[in-house]
């Protein structure tokens, strides 16, 4: 079992295999130029695998793959199913902007995926393309609705950014609600590599838009989820997920693995511990030392405080966020 100093069991790794992604969000990475990092830096799947299994056997539970956006990333499904072979009752899942979604959902679920989360800002293809700033609708909407069928459990992520996509709140819900899968509602976190000009959410205002039309109750946290969870009378649930209040550090129980083998407790933190260069030479016990030195140094809360304007330096799209 893996426990911090402050008393939190952290059981959830999230494994980004590629920065890459075919996007350029507003409030994630809106001017990096299309580029990658060299494939000798990244680690192999079979790699990441090494250091999946010690992770596992350690006490993580739960796996999310990201990116960037991991179906940029060949043999996505080689990769799931080698996790999946070695423990079947694993928690997997990945998180992806469902652009190349509809052509390799099937291989995934039949690899051993069976939840996914997806972007969608917004269901104008115009407002979606100012904000990817790439024409994504159609292949998103289409990508969805296969892993529907396939038979994911598929959760929606959107950021509502005022003077840009506000006033499709309710529309995203009831997208959702229609097909039976969450939606949460991801008040935006300030960084360096986000346009400057970016106004998001607060959770209040997203409440009275929504209690404009609904009536809802406070479900509050569900386990170690970041999310905040209201109930619709009929039943429908939706999230908020608030990274600005101390709340959501205070079950906080993963760490995160990018594709180059930094090791990183926070999101928030640019502290990070590299696992590459033992995993490389096959010394297993010294990644798992590196684990638990991660683990033992996670600080207790992130630095986004209700009020506080500092920004962080970190990549999202190295960590999937």
């Known amino acids: 079992m893996l426990i911090d100093s402050y008393g939190r069991t952290v059981d959830y790794l999230r494994v980004s295999v590629t920065e890459r992604c075919n996007f350029r969000c507003q409030y994630c990475m809106p001017e990096k130029p299309f580029s990658w990092v060299p494939k000798e830096n990244l680690l192999s799947f079979e790699e990441l695998f090494e250091f999946i299994k010690v992770s596992i056997d350690e006490g993580i539970k739960k796996i999310r793959i990201t990116g960037g956006e991991p179906l940029l990333r060949e043999d996505l499904d080689t990769f799931i199913k080698m996790i999946y072979d070695y423990k079947n009752d694993i928690d997997l899942a990945m998180t992806t902007n469902a652009f190349l979604l509809k052509g390799s959902a099937k291989k995934l679920y039949d690899a051993g995926l069976r939840r996914l989360n997806v972007s969608i800002d917004s269901l ?42 506000e006033g ?7 997208y959702c609600k229609d097909r ?18 970016i106004k998001g959410m607060q959770s209040p ?5 929504i209690g404009s039309r609904y009536r809802y109750e406070d479900e509050g946290f569900d386990g170690h989820s970041p999310s905040h969870y209201y109930k619709l009378e009929d039943g429908y649930e939706f999230g908020i997920i608030e990274p600005h209040k101390d709340d959501f550090c205070t079950k906080c129980n993963r760490i995160r693995l990018t594709a180059e083998g930094n090791l990183i407790p926070c999101l928030y ?12 030479r096959g010394d297993i016990k010294e990644a798992a030392l590196v684990l638990k030195e991660v683990i033992r140094t996670k600080p207790e809360k992130n630095r986004w405080s209700e009020g506080d304007t500092e920004q962080s330096n970190r990549a999202f799209y190295e960590t999937g966020g």
């Open 168 to 174: 499709e709140v309710l529309d995203v819900l009831e």
């Open 124 to 165: 104008k293809p115009e407002i979606a393309e100012a904000i990817a700033k790439k024409d994504v609708l159609p292949n998103v909407l289409a990508g969805i609705e296969e892993a529907l069928r396939v038979g994911f459990k598929v959760k929606v992520n959107m950021v509502p950014m005022k003077g840009m996509n």
């Open 205 to 209: 205002e997203l409440l009275s838009i």
């Open 269 to 280: 933190f640019d502290e990070a511990m590299s696992i590459r260069d033992a995993v490389r």
């Open 180 to 197: 039976g899968m969450v939606v949460r509602f991801i008040e935006y976190m300030e960084n360096v590599h986000a346009e400057v000009d």
